[in-house]
């Protein structure tokens, strides 16, 4: 009698915990080459998704509920940053990390706090501020409570009250490519995931400063190599580090959540995944570093807000958004449009969006005013054919 094969061994039914026990082991991009190899394992990344990426039972080491927990992220647009992400696509368990969330300041920061300590039990020990310009971030409250699961320990959580979109926070302000991970009530992303997991290899983006020093020393413990810029012979079509990026484009590696059980945001992924950014060097920086810069763009037309860093994406979404909010204008009668309004057409004639942006501020919209934010995903991809339309021009 014939012993079992090679693939008798990735059976998930029959040989489960040898199954589940060898893919711990194994890294994502070995995981990605079997799924390649034959039909029969055409599946298992998918498979292995609620096994070896469970953000409940990861979020269960700190929170007694993680589908309540995800629906206040969901209520709140928070996201779950830092070394706790990196864990969760990593697949490793740091027992001393902090849960990091990052949720904007005003209503949404308060009813969070609210909720870890009314709902979860934590207490709040210190609160940290600082002043717009001169820090990441408004303020950092630092939490603990005492658990029994697994030995009794203390366990740490920090809301990070972010002065604008928490996302700009995580993409401009974090030390390196390595930490640039997190994850929102319904899906995890890795904006630099081949360095990362399958390189683990992290590229700085800060100048070189004293406080850095344990962070690197911590990250190159724990398995990453860090360096300044990649070296000429790295660069390739698919690296990560380019100049215009978008969250969850080609480069990025995103995980879906299961949320049968958690209440759905009111927010669409596409507000998040149609924010853009790019990565350039640091002048005059002698570890040859990188950074990231975005701005927050919004419009009378767009229910949300999104970040940019091309010029030329930002005049593209611009030109349409101003047109359509012209339009909404002119259904109002007369008395009911905005007193700067007349202004503001004279400065969208000459293409400045100023005039326009003060006409709608504290402008409240009436019933029935039609908002365009699903369409931004098609716009952007039609921008994307004319840019490179306009390159193959250009190289004729």
Request: aromatic share 14%.
């Amino acid at each position: 009698m014939a012993g079992p094969s090679f693939l008798d061994v990735f059976h998930r039914e029959s040989r489960y915990p040898i199954f589940d026990r060898i893919c711990s082991f194994l890294p994502i991009d070995s995981i990605v080459a079997l799924t390649r190899t034959c039909r029969g394992l055409s599946e298992l990344y998918r498979y292995l998704i609620p096994l070896q990426w469970n953000v409940d039972r990861l979020l269960s080491r700190f929170v007694s509920d993680p589908d309540r927990f995800r629906s206040q992220m969901g209520r709140h647009n928070a996201l779950v940053s830092g070394s706790v992400a990196l864990q969760f696509f990593e697949r490793v368990l740091w027992k001393e990390a902090d849960l990091d969330i990052y949720v904007e300041q005003g209503e949404s920061a308060e009813a969070f706090a609210k909720y870890l300590t009314e709902s979860e039990g934590y207490k709040l020990n210190s609160r940290k501020g600082g002043e717009y310009g001169q820090t990441d971030f408004r303020e950092t409250r630092d939490y603990t409570k005492w658990s029994e699961m697994n030995g009794a320990h203390e366990l740490r959580a920090q809301i990070i009250i972010t002065w604008d979109l928490p996302l700009q926070t995580i993409l401009c302000n974090f030390h390196s490519t390595l930490v640039m991970n997190f994850f929102t009530w319904n899906k995890a992303y890795a904006i630099f995931p081949l360095p990362t997991f399958v390189h683990h290899k992290g590229y700085l983006l800060k100048p070189l400063e004293n406080y850095l020093s344990t962070l690197l020393e911590k990250y190159s413990r724990r398995g990453w190599r860090i360096q300044g810029q990649m070296w000429p012979e790295e660069s390739r079509s698919n690296h990560p580090i380019q100049t215009n990026r978008r969250i969850g484009d080609k480069f990025s590696w995103m995980i879906p959540f299961d949320t049968l059980n958690v209440d759905w945001s009111k927010t669409p992924d596409s507000a998040l995944e149609y924010s853009t950014f790019g990565v350039d060097t640091i002048p005059n920086d002698p570890a040859r570093s990188y950074r990231i810069q975005v701005d927050t763009f919004d419009a009378g037309v767009l229910r949300h807000r999104y970040l940019f860093n091309s010029w030329n994406w930002m005049m593209f979404l611009g030109e349409r958004v101003d047109a359509l909010t012209i339009l909404e204008l002119y259904k109002l009668p007369p008395a009911l449009r905005p007193a700067a309004f007349r202004g503001a057409l004279s400065d969208t004639d000459r293409r400045d969006r100023v005039g326009l942006y003060r006409a709608m501020i504290d402008f409240q919209k009436p019933p029935g005013w039609t908002y365009w934010d699903d369409e931004v995903p098609t716009w952007y991809q039609a921008w994307e054919q004319a840019e490179a339309e306009s390159k193959k021009e250009s190289h004729v």
